[in-house]
């Protein structure tokens, strides 16, 4: 089968190649992929920056139908559409796994990045992580459930009410998420960016988000969003934060960073991280997205086969577009 493959740390050794398609064992599933998303991660792993990953398959949003199930596997049938958790296993055994928080488990293996991901024409999940395509939910749009489900984990880690301003930093696709989802949970939100985002500002702005950039005087926020990940923009979280206040960060930074800390003792701030995501943020993904609350066609701004993969992770990291995915399922990928 084709598949995008990666073949060292090097920076950008990628490259397409042909792979055996995978054999389904008894109690796993195997889904002929219809579309799959580029994430900042997999730009993070392209650029190098992600080293000791095992070489090979990448990309971990995606939807697509089934196209065999394993012996023993019950529930589903092929050809069914669905999308999937990058979830691959867990311990089962820890208090994490435990308590319903096994994206914190310590032995978790991650489609896309511990196994191989979605890149590709094929790929195996464990069926306790699929969840089925409601009837009004496209599979371009199911591609998108994961990092939804990732904005849905976060937005329910801090108290949001109905007309409570929040300010968003960072306008990539995380951040244009983060402030959709927020707008659909009633709250008033700003997205914050600089000259270099304008591209993404204005799409924002189109989709009826307020967008900033720079801060107004004197604004403060119960609520700060970092989907940046980046020094400049966790500071400007903090500075826009008021007394009391929560910052709630999105973003992964994946160099090191300096903060005014003792801000956090001297203005009572709260810091919230996130990861990933868990089943019941993926059934409240799923709901918005069929019952029409949260339209997440304007984050899509590209759609290429695999083949051109090189120009879409270039455009990306020169903030050329939003949300890009790779068409992968020939007849699928046209629904």
């Not at 065999?68 to 691959?88: P, Y």
């Not at 107004?216 to 979280?237: F, K």
């Not at 995501?277 to 086969?305: I, N, Y």
């Amino acid at each position: 089968m084709r598949a995008l493959l990666r073949n060292s740390d090097t920076p950008r050794d990628f490259a397409m190649g042909e792979v055996p398609e995978p054999v389904t064992p008894p109690g796993m599933v195997k889904i002929k992929v219809a579309y799959a998303g580029i994430c900042g991660s997999d730009l993070h792993i392209y650029l190098g920056q992600e080293s000791g990953l095992p070489q090979g398959i990448h990309g971990h949003e995606f939807s697509g139908t089934i196209a065999e199930l394993g012996e023993g596997v019950s529930g589903f049938t092929v050809g069914q559409r669905v999308t999937a958790e990058h979830t691959a296993s867990t311990c089962g055994r820890c208090a994490y796994c435990k308590t319903g928080r096994y994206q914190l488990c310590s032995h978790r293996h991650s489609i896309g990045f511990d196994i191989p991901g979605a890149f590709a024409e094929y790929v195996l999940v464990d069926p306790q992580y699929i969840h089925p395509l409601p009837q009004g939910v496209s599979l371009k749009a199911g591609a998108l459930t994961e990092p939804l489900a990732c904005i849905i984990h976060a937005v329910e880690l801090v108290e949001v009410k109905p007309g409570m301003p929040v300010l968003v930093v960072g306008p990539g696709p995380m951040g244009f998420l983060a402030a959709l989802t927020l707008r659909a949970y009633g709250c008033q939100v700003e997205l914050l960016g600089t000259q270099v985002d304008r591209e993404r500002l204005e799409r924002a702005d189109a989709a009826g988000i307020s967008v900033l950039e720079e801060l107004r005087p004197g604004a403060s926020y119960p609520l700060t969003v970092d989907c940046s990940g980046a020094q400049g923009g966790i500071r400007s979280a903090m500075s826009a934060l008021e007394k009391g206040g929560t910052l709630l960060q999105v973003g992964i930074a994946t160099r090191e960073v300096t903060l005014p800390y003792d801000q956090v003792v001297y203005r009572e701030w709260k810091i919230q991280g996130t990861f990933c995501h868990t089943w019941k943020d993926w059934h409240q993904a799923l709901r918005l997205e069929e019952t029409g609350r949260l339209d997440l066609s304007p984050v899509v701004t590209g759609e290429v086969e695999l083949e051109d993969w090189q120009s879409a992770f270039e455009d990306l990291l020169d903030k050329k577009g939003m949300k890009t995915l790779f068409r992968i399922g020939g007849e699928e990928a046209a629904q």
